[in-house]
């Protein structure tokens, strides 16, 4: 198998289709969020999350820094790396914000591919933060790749909710 090239191709999928449905977000929805349930994040906060679902895992991964802006390591973080409730999260200030932080994420990720290089991606072992079971570098990418598609979804469904003409070209980048 070639790690390289189907972790960049999945990455031009996941992040091709966020890109995509980031231009039908409103600005004024980005305090919206389901009514029913409890600890969803805001519109703003999924976008946040969105920004740094990949690309600063990937560079976890591959370099050990697991550092977040603001100086925190997430390696570091009570509850073995684990992300606040949705309340205590970070938000977007802007769509325009997201999509330069989610197209700065991109290329972190494909730097970070590039870096490890294809041996690396097969044979290295690592573990995460969140789970202390070592794994080959290349399905640990992937799940991050696979991560940012998840809350892909989560923002297609978010702008259903909203009542957006959104459809399953919109989910899969092809709209």
């Known amino acids: 198998m070639n790690w390289t090239d189907l972790l960049k191709n999945e990455i031009a999928m996941a992040y091709g289709a966020t890109e995509g449905l980031l231009k039908l977000v409103d600005e004024d929805a980005l305090d919206w969020k ?13 976008l946040f999350h969105l920004t ?3 690309g600063f895992c990937c560079k976890g991964f591959v ?21 606040p409730s949705a309340e205590k999260m970070p938000t977007a200030e802007s769509v325009d914000q997201i999509k330069t932080l989610l197209a700065t994420d991109k290329k972190l990720a ?22 202390p079971t070592e794994k080959p570098l290349g399905p640990q990418l992937l799940m991050m790749v696979n991560h940012l598609a998840q809350h892909k979804a989560q923002l297609y469904y978010y702008l259903k909710l909203q009542g957006k003409p959104v459809n399953t070209a919109h989910l899969w980048g092809m709209a």
């Open 34 to 46: 389901p009514e029913t349930g409890s600890n969803w994040m805001t519109t703003g906060q999924l």
């Open 110 to 131: 494909l730097k970070m591919i590039a870096q490890a290089g294809e041996q690396d991606l097969n044979d290295r072992k690592v573990d995460a933060p969140w789970d």
């Open 52 to 54: 740094s679902a990949c």
């Open 63 to 83: 370099t050990g820094d697991w550092s977040v802006p603001g100086g925190e390591d997430l390696a570091e973080m009570p509850d073995e790396g684990m992300l």
